[in-house]
């Protein structure tokens, strides 16, 4: 049996590149008279935007502080000890770049084993332990904290989280084992499965507190000052801290049957990690520990060798690294001054395109439409959710009244555009509409002006194209709800220049999107996967497959609505003029479904009504189908969908409509809301051998999203 120390140092060498966090031991004596205490610090010694982590160095750095407390605790020297972090961060967790390393099943178990052993020290030790949960803290640096007898939490940490089943993993370290027995299982399964996969929501101090993982909150300011005298007067008597008791009977039972609906709500049995995370949670039931720590052990070593989790860390990568460094991104230096935003239309789309412009860059925004009622509309709109997030105190009543200043609405053009340095369309998806738009934006704007459109599918270069400066026109097209879906796709059309370019870069990083650089090509990119993906649905649909088996048949990508659902809310006119759209562009792989066209001329919203809560096919819908008589199982309809897919994306790629596959997941996890636990759509499409079978290699190198061989 190898000790702690081993099972470390062999893991370390695994994983030379660790930045790595040290474990400083302080003694003070504690106020109120209460003795002479321990404190120990996490610290990797960058600063606040690089986040402690624990690899195996680290973890043997906690084990050596451990040892020296541990000593002093023995011979009595020591009242109790404390853990804390640096300035804004207590500990974020496991190192994952040291994760996507491992190759061997042997040394996935030898990480989850190395942090049990040290964190179960501190619940070991001759005096109480206590965790000062000073700053953000997340996963591992949760669970240290478990581990101790008390904890308390600042009311200014932002982000506190136990996020692994997010990225395909299970808190692994004591959190499914832990965190049910001190807090009950209910409010364990909405931190550990619900809050996860509710795009890894992050817990307030104030909710950390009022969940009962904490046992006292202080402000920020004096946090480390206040939670000393707190310790000092637990450990005097002088406070008795008391937990409620833990209801070990159905409730526990009925908290991890909740969790299991609300996995199967999200993932749909795709990814292993929530149901993995629930077993664990539901041995707990005993209060056996040791057999949950085991069964951690056992799922975190699977689960680092399976492709979810590789998925997972890639998705993150992607979002984390390379959504903030957009790929073929011309000179940031190049970028002009927005100091003055243009909207050409005042609808629902341009109002709210007006919104995020005044809240992100605080500079003056007008908005022009073709009458003053739709103008007093769209300003109406802006001013009605400024004071909703007043009303929600995001914003106070200063800033809320410099915005409503800020953001006007003119009929004339002239008037209001002569000094915008930035002005973007969204009025009607029609190429003779935008073109006379743009030309009288042109007549009327500086010089340097930016000229964007919000355009879903149409060509940005045909749109440029009878201007006297197609250089300044670019793509700029948002996802709804522009508030929710980070994806910006950047569109260069032929004539774009690198300045107008840049500037379109720099304003959507002030706009906090995901900007991916698009050629202009068809629909881009998600437009184009996400109508050859509901174009295979509706054909086998017309051919004969029922509405629920082409529906159901796509489950197991774990997709965040089914497709139906998804096109009532793009709306049937939308995706049918975008499926127009790109038959035109290629008739041989796009079709017009009849029977889509049929829906939008009825008039109706999509293919259900909910009058039972769920969704049901509309009887008035049913009516118009026109089917034949071909129809598919599930399996084949998954075939022949997922093949259409990896045809489309190889295409796509052999065009060059973006950089690399890489590209092609950003976009669909940012824009439409595509699975993390998948890594997107490419490193599915390689796992499940259809890359392979349709286009005859993978789209990623062997790996990247995957167990490297």
């Known amino acids: 049996m190898s000790t702690t120390a081993e099972l470390l140092k062999g893991a370390a060498e695994l994983f030379p590149d660790e930045v790595v966090t040290q474990a400083h031991v302080r003694h003070f004596d504690l106020p109120l008279g209460a003795g002479r205490f321990a404190l120990i610090t996490l610290d990797n010694g960058l600063d606040h935007t690089k986040p402690t982590t624990f690899g195996p160095a680290s973890l043997a750095n906690l084990n050596t502080a451990v040892d020296q407390v541990e000593k002093e605790a023995a011979d009595g020297d020591i009242v109790g000890v404390g853990i804390t972090g640096k300035p804004f961060i207590f500990a974020v967790g496991a190192d994952l770049k040291g994760v996507e390393l491992l190759t061997r099943h042997e040394d996935a178990l030898a990480i989850g084993k190395g942090g049990h052993e040290v964190f179960k020290r501190l619940s070991k030790l001759a005096v109480p332990t206590f965790a000062y949960y000073n700053g953000a803290a997340m996963g591992g640096g949760v669970e240290v904290g478990l581990h101790c007898s008390y904890r308390t939490v600042s009311a200014a940490i932002p982000a506190f989280s136990l996020p692994e089943v997010f990225l395909g993993l299970v808190p692994g370290w004591g959190g499914c084992a832990l965190l049910p027995n001190l807090i009950g299982a209910d409010k364990a399964v ?190 109406g709109y802006v001013h009605a959710e400024i004071d909703k997030l007043l009303g929600k105190g995001r914003i106070n009543q200063d800033k809320a009244n410099r915005l409503k200043a800020l953001v006007t609405g003119v009929l004339d053009k002239a008037e209001g555009f002569a000094d915008a340095d930035f002005v973007i369309e969204a009025v009607f998806e029609e190429i003779g509409v935008k073109q006379q738009v743009f030309a009288e934006v042109e007549a009327v704007a500086p010089a340097h002006a930016i000229l964007a459109t919000n355009t879903s599918s149409l060509s940005v270069t045909e749109m440029a194209s009878k201007l006297k400066h197609p250089e300044r026109v670019v793509g700029f097209h948002f996802f709804n709800p522009v508030a929710v879906l980070p994806l910006l796709e950047i569109v260069r059309g032929e004539q774009t220049d690198d300045a107008s370019l840049a500037t379109a870069f720099a304003v959507a990083k002030k706009l906090k999107k995901t900007a991916v650089l698009v050629k202009d090509a068809p629909a881009f990119v998600v437009n184009r996967i996400l109508t050859r993906f509901m174009g295979e649905i509706q054909n086998v649909i017309d051919e004969g497959t029922p509405v629920e088996v082409a529906e159901k048949a796509v489950e197991p990508l774990g997709l965040p609505m089914s497709p139906l659902v998804l096109l009532e809310l793009v709306g049937p006119a939308i995706g049918l003029h975008v499926s127009e759209t790109l038959n035109r562009a290629f008739p041989d792989r796009f079709t017009v479904s009849p029977n889509l066209a049929a829906v939008v001329k009825a008039g109706k919203r999509g293919f259900y009504v909910y009058d039972s809560g769920k969704p049901e096919l509309d009887p008035e819908v049913a009516a118009l189908l026109k089917q034949g008589d071909v129809a598919l199982t599930e399996e084949q309809v998954r075939a022949r969908v997922l093949d259409a897919v990896a045809q489309e994306i190889g295409l796509m790629l052999e065009e060059g409509v973006v950089a690399e596959a890489q590209d092609i997941d950003l976009c669909l996890i940012t824009g439409a809301g595509w699975p993390f636990h998948l890594g997107g759509i490419t490193p599915y499409l390689d796992r499940e051998g259809v890359s392979e079978r349709v286009n005859g290699k993978p789209f990623l190198a062997p790996g990247v999203a995957s167990v490297p061989a």
């Not at 707190?230 to 209801?247: C, F, M, Q, S, Y």
């Not at 390379?322 to 000179?331: E, F, I, M, V, Y």
């Open 190 to 379: 909405s931190v550990i499965i619900e809050n996860s996969l509710n795009q890894n929501k992050q817990l307030k101090g104030k909710q950390v507190y009022e969940l009962g993982i904490a046992d006292a909150i202080f402000e920020g300011a004096d946090f480390l000052e206040q939670s000393l005298i707190w310790t000092a007067a637990v450990l005097k008597g002088e406070i008795a801290v008391e937990r409620p008791a833990i209801d070990r009977g159905e409730a526990w039972d009925q908290a991890v049957a909740r969790g299991r609906f609300v996995a199967d709500s999200k993932v749909h049995g795709a990814a292993p990690a929530a149901y993995r995370a629930l077993d664990i949670i539901a041995a707990a039931k005993d209060g056996d520990l040791q057999r949950g720590y085991d069964a951690e052990d056992q799922a975190l070593a699977d689960l680092i060798m399976g492709g979810e989790l590789r998925a997972g860390i890639y998705s993150f990568n992607l979002v984390q690294k390379r959504g903030k460094r957009p790929a073929g991104a011309p000179d940031k230096n190049l970028a002009r001054p927005v100091t003055k935003v243009g909207v050409v239309g005042a609808g629902l789309m341009a109002s709210q395109l007006a919104l995020l412009f005044l809240r992100r860059l605080e500079v003056p925004v007008v908005l022009t439409d073709i009458d003053q009622e739709r103008i007093d509309k769209g300003v």
